[in-house]
């Protein structure tokens, strides 16, 4: 657990961040309020210490800031101030909780204790996944009846995954929240310090694995094993695990998220019902030859909110039947006798679709069979076996060509992700470039990457021609080869390549004017920790962006007042937020509807109905696109 200590008694402030860490808590301090008020709104903490006076900005006008922008994290107000007036004046503020000076250090661990509690799910004191048992309070890890022992650093990482028991967490994500600010180590070291907690897990007797990697964006606490054997009998499935192939991880997973979108849509079924009641009242006055135009564009916008919620909520013929709706009733024309059946038996059958059953609700990604791939053409062999060991960080696999023979023959018979090639080989007539021009002319997606000593203008021209989505001067170290394969790889491979940079701990700002479709985009996007900020009202878009202040934004293309289009225009037009992330969620995937939303700025658009997965990744993927070039462009 993180927290932030903001107090300016420097001989106070050592004393409690002793304290703190020897209660396995990870700390960081600031000595005023401004910088505590940096601290709380660019990282994230399970808990403030603030004490009340403190230079720049006192902290009750720090609570009253937080709490303005949304803060929902507990904060307990240190204070000398011991009136009733002041602890009204500090509740009223947003403290969750204070304590008065001086106070026993064991009252305040155990107000700590509570509030994180309370902020967490889990109300009771132990903190348990089967027979394994971690008690906040002593500190002490057990499996069973044998006591563990763990350094303070894994302690804090299966208390992470106990608590969060469905978050997953990038390995940046766990720097950040258990490492203070000026002891951040590689993220290399995470990898290391879970595999010695699964280790140690392992010495002490645990068969089953406690902790999950999950491709493309880091790891996670498994489901406990009695909930898998429940959820393998109601779900009838195997077992599969999306790391290793286990079928029980992947169904438990996609349990999860059935749960999750089923509950919006029990919420939202009388929408739905309401909505197809006004395409019948519009169906009605079009066959009796009274529709007006408000009635007319009235059921146009329900057609128009069904078809993109419809297939999100498993029923993806109910999509189809509202977007043929919303078709008609688009032209100004009066439709004939024909087309008036039409709509007729489109209604009827949408009516019907809501009688039926959901389908499956969210489409699963299919695992990549293996680690990801790279095929590194170079004669190098000191620089290919680097990359070898820099790769299982990455958790990628490095396969070898030392020449261009071997090379073809690599990629004939076992296609890579990603391609390194060496420009130069001494002991042949061809180079590198020769077999980037067959890869062309083979139409290959596989992305290449020049790597070489040689830097000529004519090379780099040349492998930008031909394709090329990389161009590397040698002497390069392995891990700015790997943030290049980053920089230059498909969206779909770097959601599998960057689990040690993927930090889905993001703000999403999603307009929708449909609240169905709102919901059950948080719904899809919360469990993977990303903070979603909702909104319905586009007129608000403005004021909304500037308080909560995005890393990216999710737009609905047609909404009334202001469309996606418009919105998206005008971020473009500011400087301050010209280089956000910009998807557009669009039911229209016509090239002129497509046209538009690139031509406006926007970095992608997503299809509805929208699948979870996809949304997920192009998500992830494109906010880690921006903090990648803004960490390349700081090194």
Same mark, same amino acid.
């Given at each position: 657990?993180?927290?932030?200590?903001?107090?300016?008694? /420097?001989?106070?402030?050592?004393?409690?961040?002793?304290?703190?860490?020897?209660?396995?808590?990870?700390?960081?301090?600031?000595?005023?309020?401004?910088?505590?008020?940096?601290?709380?709104?660019?990282?994230?903490?399970?808990?403030?210490?603030?004490?009340?006076?403190? !230079?720049?900005?006192?902290?009750?006008?720090?609570?009253?800031?937080?709490?303005?922008?949304?803060?929902?994290?507990?904060?307990?107000?240190?204070?000398?101030?011991?009136?009733?007036?002041?602890?009204?004046?500090?509740?009223?503020?947003?403290?969750?909780?204070?304590? *008065?000076?001086?106070?026993?250090?064991?009252?305040?661990?155990?107000?700590?204790?509570?509030?994180?509690?309370?902020?967490?799910?889990?109300?009771?004191? *132990?903190?348990?996944?089967?027979?394994?048992?971690?008690?906040?309070?002593?500190?002490?890890?057990?499996?069973? /009846?044998?006591?563990?022992?763990?350094?303070?650093?894994?302690?804090?990482?299966?208390?992470?995954?106990?608590?969060?028991?469905?978050?997953?967490?990038?390995?940046?994500?766990?720097?950040?929240?258990?490492?203070?600010?000026?002891?951040?180590?590689?993220?290399?070291?995470?990898?290391?310090?879970?595999?010695?907690? @699964?280790?140690?897990?392992?010495?002490?007797?645990?068969?089953?694995?406690?902790?999950?990697? *999950?491709?493309?964006?880091?790891?996670?606490?498994?489901?406990? !094993?009695?909930?898998?054997?429940?959820?393998?009998?109601?779900?009838?499935?195997?077992?599969?695990?999306?790391?290793?192939?286990?079928?029980?991880?992947?169904?438990?997973?996609?349990?999860?998220?059935?749960?999750?979108?089923?509950?919006?849509? /029990?919420?939202? @079924?009388?929408?739905?019902?309401?909505?197809?009641?006004?395409?019948?009242?519009?169906?009605?006055?079009?066959?009796?030859?009274?529709?007006?135009?408000?009635?007319?564009?009235?059921?146009?916008?329900?057609?128009?909110?069904?078809?993109?919620?419809?297939?999100?909520?498993?029923?993806?013929?109910?999509?189809?039947?509202?977007?043929?709706?919303?078709?008609?009733?688009?032209?100004?024309?009066?439709?004939?006798?024909?087309?008036?059946?039409?709509?007729?038996?489109?209604?009827?059958?949408?009516?019907?679709?809501?009688?039926?059953?959901?389908?499956?609700?969210?489409?699963?990604?299919? !695992?990549?069979?293996?680690?990801?791939?790279?095929?590194?053409?170079?004669?190098?062999?000191?620089?290919?076996?680097?990359?070898?060991?820099?790769?299982?960080?990455?958790?990628?696999?490095?396969?070898?060509?030392?020449?261009?023979?071997?090379?073809?023959?690599?990629?004939?018979?076992?296609?890579?992700?990603?391609?390194?090639?060496?420009?130069?080989?001494?002991?042949?007539?061809?180079?590198?470039?020769?077999?980037?021009?067959?890869?062309?002319?083979?139409?290959?997606?596989?992305?290449?990457?020049?790597?070489?000593?040689?830097?000529?203008?004519?090379?780099?021209?040349?492998?930008?021609?031909?394709?090329? @989505?990389?161009?590397?001067?040698?002497?390069?170290?392995?891990?700015?080869?790997?943030?290049?394969?980053?920089?230059?790889?498909?969206?779909?491979?770097?959601?599998?390549?960057?689990?040690?940079?993927?930090?889905?701990?993001?703000?999403?700002?999603?307009?929708?004017?449909?609240?169905?479709?709102?919901?059950?985009?948080?719904?899809?996007?919360?469990?993977?920790?990303?903070?979603?900020?909702?909104?319905?009202? !586009?007129?608000?878009?403005?004021?909304?962006?500037?308080?909560?202040?995005?890393?990216?934004?999710?737009?609905?293309?047609?909404?009334?007042?202001?469309?996606?289009?418009?919105?998206?225009?005008?971020?473009?037009?500011?400087?301050?937020?010209?280089?956000?992330?910009?998807?557009?969620?669009?039911?229209?995937?016509?090239?002129?509807?497509?046209?538009? *939303?690139?031509?406006?700025?926007?970095?992608?658009?997503?299809?509805?109905?929208?699948?979870?997965?996809?949304?997920?990744?192009?998500?992830?993927?494109?906010?880690?696109?921006?903090?990648?070039?803004?960490?390349?462009?700081?090194?």
């Amino acid at each position: 657990m993180k927290i932030l200590l903001v107090e300016d008694d /420097e001989l106070i402030g050592s004393a409690l961040f002793e304290a703190l860490v020897a209660h396995h808590y990870t700390v960081d301090v600031a000595a005023d309020g401004q910088a505590g008020l940096e601290l709380a709104t660019t990282f994230e903490y399970d808990l403030i210490l603030l004490d009340w006076l403190i !230079p720049k900005l006192d902290g009750i006008s720090v609570c009253r800031q937080l709490r303005a922008t949304g803060y929902q994290k507990a904060i307990l107000l240190l204070t000398a101030k011991d009136s009733n007036s002041d602890i009204v004046q500090g509740l009223d503020a947003g403290a969750d909780d204070y304590i *008065v000076k001086p106070y026993e250090l064991s009252a305040l661990m155990a107000r700590i204790r509570a509030l994180l509690r309370r902020g967490n799910s889990p109300v009771t004191s *132990v903190l348990a996944w089967g027979n394994l048992c971690l008690n906040p309070v002593s500190g002490e890890v057990t499996f069973g /009846e044998q006591l563990l022992s763990l350094t303070p650093k894994e302690y804090s990482l299966l208390e992470l995954f106990l608590r969060n028991p469905q978050r997953v967490f990038s390995r940046s994500a766990i720097i950040d929240r258990l490492w203070s600010l000026g002891g951040s180590p590689a993220e290399s070291a995470v990898t290391v310090h879970i595999k010695e907690l @699964r280790q140690k897990l392992k010495t002490g007797g645990m068969t089953e694995e406690i902790i999950e990697t *999950v491709y493309g964006l880091g790891y996670r606490l498994k489901s406990p !094993p009695e909930e898998k054997a429940l959820g393998e009998s109601g779900a009838g499935g195997g077992s599969e695990e999306i790391a290793t192939g286990d079928k029980g991880e992947r169904s438990q997973s996609k349990l999860k998220g059935l749960a999750s979108i089923s509950n919006v849509l /029990e919420r939202f @079924r009388d929408t739905f019902a309401q909505q197809v009641t006004v395409l019948e009242q519009a169906k009605i006055a079009l066959i009796e030859g009274n529709l007006s135009e408000v009635l007319r564009q009235s059921a146009r916008q329900e057609a128009h909110k069904l078809a993109g919620a419809m297939g999100t909520f498993g029923y993806p013929e109910g999509s189809n039947l509202a977007r043929a709706i919303e078709h008609m009733l688009m032209d100004d024309k009066a439709l004939g006798r024909e087309e008036v059946l039409r709509l007729d038996r489109l209604v009827t059958d949408l009516q019907q679709e809501l009688t039926k059953p959901p389908t499956s609700l969210i489409a699963e990604p299919t !695992p990549p069979a293996q680690t990801p791939l790279v095929l590194v053409v170079d004669d190098d062999r000191v620089l290919t076996e680097q990359l070898k060991v820099e790769a299982t960080v990455w958790e990628m696999r490095i396969e070898t060509a030392p020449d261009l023979t071997t090379a073809r023959q690599k990629v004939a018979q076992t296609p890579p992700d990603v391609i390194l090639l060496e420009l130069t080989f001494p002991d042949s007539a061809e180079n590198g470039l020769t077999l980037l021009r067959e890869l062309a002319e083979q139409s290959s997606t596989i992305p290449v990457l020049a790597l070489t000593g040689r830097d000529r203008l004519e090379d780099r021209v040349a492998v930008s021609r031909l394709g090329g @989505r990389g161009f590397l001067h040698k002497p390069v170290l392995p891990e700015q080869i790997f943030k290049a394969i980053a920089r230059s790889a498909p969206a779909k491979l770097i959601a599998r390549i960057l689990p040690q940079t993927q930090s889905v701990e993001a703000k999403v700002l999603v307009v929708d004017d449909d609240s169905a479709t709102l919901a059950a985009l948080s719904s899809l996007l919360r469990p993977w920790g990303f903070q979603v900020t909702n909104l319905n009202e !586009p007129q608000r878009f403005w004021e909304v962006l500037t308080a909560t202040t995005p890393d990216l934004l999710v737009l609905d293309l047609e909404m009334p007042t202001f469309s996606g289009i418009d919105l998206c225009q005008v971020v473009r037009q500011d400087p301050q937020w010209g280089d956000l992330p910009i998807l557009v969620v669009t039911a229209h995937t016509d090239a002129e509807s497509i046209q538009r *939303v690139f031509a406006a700025g926007a970095d992608d658009f997503i299809n509805k109905p929208v699948v979870g997965p996809e949304l997920v990744t192009r998500v992830t993927s494109h906010i880690e696109r921006v903090r990648l070039r803004q960490k390349l462009k700081q090194t």
